[in-house]
C-alpha cells in the first residue's frame, strides 16, 4: 500500500525568499517520488522525480528536493521565489514492486507576494 | 513527439447529453490513466489502462460513464447522459510502464460544463 500526504495546502512567500512544500509518504516498496507543478488552466508538468539513485534531486525552475528514508519524507524547496513559480503543487509516490498506479498527494497552493 | 493530445479543450452542454472527451497518447507509452480534478474532490483517478487493457476502473463514479481504447494510441471517455456534477476537467496521461520510475505526460484537460 502507498500514501502521500502534503501537510499545507497552502504557502506563502514572498518573492526572493525560500520555498518549502512538504510532503510525507507510505509505501511498501521502495518508492518512486516525483514532484508535479499545475500551473492555472495547465496540465500537470513533471518538475522532478527520484528513483533509488541519488537522494538529493534537481529539477527544472531551480526546484530541488531530498529524499530522506529515515524520515519518509520528501519536501520540495527552491532557494528563492519567483513570482511565476506561484501555481499548485503535487507530491507523487509509485511503488517499485507493487502496481505502477502513482498516488497523488491533494496538492500545495504556492502563492508568491511581490 | 507533440505529446498527450486531448480534445474538446472545453465543452458546454446541457444535462441529460452525451460527452466524449478524446485522448491520443504519446507514441510508444503504453499506459493511460483518465483523471477527474474538481476544487472539492481535488485530482482523482477514474481509470488506468496497461497495453489497451482496463486494470482500474474503481475511481469511474457509476455506469453513466465508460471509457475504451480501441487501439494503442487512442482513448475516450463517455459520460451518458451527463449531469451538473460531472463538471470538471479531466484530464489523461500516458506513460510507459516498466522498471524504473514511470513518469506521466499529462495531456492540457478538457474542461466540461454540464448546465
Known amino acids: 500500500a502507498q500514501s502521500v500526504t502534503q501537510l499545507d495546502s497552502h504557502v506563502s512567500v514572498s518573492e526572493g525568499t525560500p520555498v518549502l512544500l512538504r510532503c510525507n509518504y507510505s509505501s511498501s516498496y521502495s518508492p518512486s517520488l516525483f514532484w508535479y507543478v499545475q500551473h492555472p488552466n495547465k496540465g500537470l508538468q513533471l518538475l522532478l522525480k527520484y528513483t533509488s539513485a541519488a537522494t538529493l534531486v534537481k529539477g527544472i525552475n531551480g526546484f530541488e528536493a531530498e529524499f530522506k528514508k529515515s524520515e519518509t519524507s520528501f519536501h520540495l524547496t527552491k532557494p528563492s521565489a519567483h513570482m511565476s513559480d506561484a501555481a499548485e503543487y503535487f507530491c507523487v509516490v509509485s511503488d517499485s514492486g507493487g502496481s505502477y498506479i502513482p498516488t497523488f498527494g491533494r496538492g500545495t497552493s504556492l502563492i508568491v507576494h511581490p | 513527439d507533440a505529446g498527450v493530445i486531448q480534445s474538446p479543450r472545453h465543452e458546454v452542454t446541457e444535462m441529460g447529453q452525451e460527452v466524449t472527451l478524446r485522448c491520443k497518447l504519446i507514441?510508444?507509452?503504453?499506459?493511460l490513466f483518465w483523471y477527474r480534478q474538481t476544487m472539492m474532490r481535488g485530482l482523482e483517478l477514474l481509470i488506468y489502462?496497461?497495453?489497451?487493457?482496463?486494470?482500474?476502473d474503481s475511481g469511474m463514479p457509476e455506469d453513466r460513464f465508460s471509457a475504451k481504447m480501441p487501439n494503442a494510441s487512442f482513448s475516450t471517455l463517455k459520460i451518458q447522459p451527463s449531469e451538473p456534477r460531472d463538471s470538471a476537467v479531466y484530464f489523461c496521461a500516458s506513460s510507459l510502464e516498466g522498471p524504473g520510475a514511470n513518469v506521466l505526460t499529462f495531456g492540457a484537460g478538457s474542461r466540461l460544463t454540464v448546465l
Open positions: 507514441s510508444g507509452h503504453n499506459s
Open positions: 489502462f496497461n497495453n489497451n487493457v482496463p486494470i482500474d
